[in-house]
């Protein structure tokens, strides 16, 4: 996950590990070699438009809305065809009234005609305040979290490891973040709730109760699922 920093010359760029008081948990009732936390990337704003997410101090806001605003001018001025105009006169309404893209809720649709755009407030954008960057854990939380992704937990054996997706994420999906070769192969993924995992006391003691379940590749991943993908090798 690539976070840009947005005007912010304040926050140190580069890799950051994130922790997760699941994983802590997991860890503390499954052995495993290491544990490994999910990991952000910090960069520049000059990267944004390829970064998953944008946080910003307040003052940059309105910056950000009118670069935005500049493309939908501009590319209006080109006459575009009648869809291509509709989602484009919708974006800029919203723009004008100092809000983010983001905001609409736009439909798969509407998403595809405008794929080929680089727009910054297409994608999620965190509003930060300078004082949160005294606790950078607990910002990146708070942007993981307003940017709608989650984490899913393999454990055992060599290493219990939180993984980061987006919400909405299948199972086939969520495999291949992983390895590819296991979402190519995925045959199902043996599921067991965190709160399952952690009432019965552990991975074993969950398959024991009959906690665990098959899913399929459109199984939609949730919050602190733990994980195993079985796969043709």
Same mark, same amino acid.
């Given at each position: 996950? %690539?976070?840009?920093?947005?005007?912010?010359?304040?926050? #140190? &760029?580069?890799?950051?590990?994130?922790?997760? !008081?699941?994983?802590?948990?997991?860890?503390?009732?499954? %052995?495993? %070699?290491?544990? #490994?936390?999910?990991?952000?990337? &910090?960069?520049?704003?000059? =990267?944004?438009?390829?970064?998953?997410?944008?946080?910003?101090?307040?003052?940059?806001?309105?910056?950000?809305?009118?670069?935005?605003?500049?493309?939908?001018?501009?590319? +209006?001025?080109?006459?575009?065809? *009648?869809? *291509?105009?509709?989602?484009?006169?919708?974006?800029?309404?919203?723009?004008?009234?100092?809000?983010?893209?983001?905001?609409?809720? +736009?439909?798969?649709?509407?998403?595809?005609?405008?794929?080929?755009?680089?727009?910054? #407030?297409?994608?999620?954008?965190?509003?930060? %305040?300078?004082?949160?960057?005294?606790?950078?854990?607990? +910002?990146?939380?708070?942007?993981? /979290?307003?940017?709608?992704?989650?984490?899913?937990?393999?454990?055992?054996?060599? *290493?219990?490891?939180? $993984?980061?997706?987006?919400?909405?994420?299948?199972? $086939?999906?969520?495999?291949?973040?992983?390895? =590819?070769?296991?979402?190519?192969?995925?045959?199902?993924?043996?599921?067991?709730? !965190?709160?399952? !995992?952690?009432?019965?006391?552990?991975? #074993?003691? =969950?398959?024991? /109760?009959?906690?665990?379940?098959?899913?399929?590749?459109?199984?939609?991943?949730?919050?602190?699922?733990?994980?195993?993908?079985?796969?043709?090798?």
């Amino acid at each position: 996950m %690539k976070i840009s920093a947005f005007a912010l010359s304040e926050i #140190t &760029l580069g890799k950051h590990n994130i922790k997760d !008081f699941k994983l802590d948990q997991a860890d503390k009732l499954v %052995k495993a %070699k290491k544990k #490994t936390y999910p990991q952000i990337e &910090l960069v520049a704003q000059e =990267s944004a438009l390829d970064a998953d997410v944008i946080i910003l101090f307040p003052d940059a806001r309105t910056d950000l809305i009118l670069r935005d605003l500049d493309f939908m001018e501009t590319r +209006l001025a080109k006459n575009p065809l *009648e869809q *291509e105009k509709i989602v484009l006169d919708k974006m800029k309404a919203v723009l004008e009234k100092e809000e983010f893209i983001s905001t609409l809720g +736009l439909t798969v649709a509407e998403r595809e005609i405008i794929s080929g755009y680089g727009l910054f #407030t297409l994608k999620p954008v965190v509003v930060i %305040k300078k004082e949160e960057l005294q606790d950078l854990g607990a +910002l990146f939380a708070r942007v993981i /979290a307003e940017s709608k992704y989650i984490c899913f937990l393999t454990v055992g054996d060599k *290493e219990n490891r939180a $993984w980061l997706i987006k919400q909405g994420t299948t199972a $086939w999906e969520a495999a291949g973040a992983i390895h =590819s070769d296991i979402q190519q192969g995925f045959i199902r993924a043996e599921i067991i709730s !965190f709160a399952d !995992f952690i009432a019965c006391g552990g991975e #074993t003691q =969950s398959k024991q /109760a009959g906690k665990m379940r098959l899913e399929q590749k459109d199984y939609i991943m949730q919050d602190g699922d733990l994980a195993n993908f079985r796969f043709n090798k």
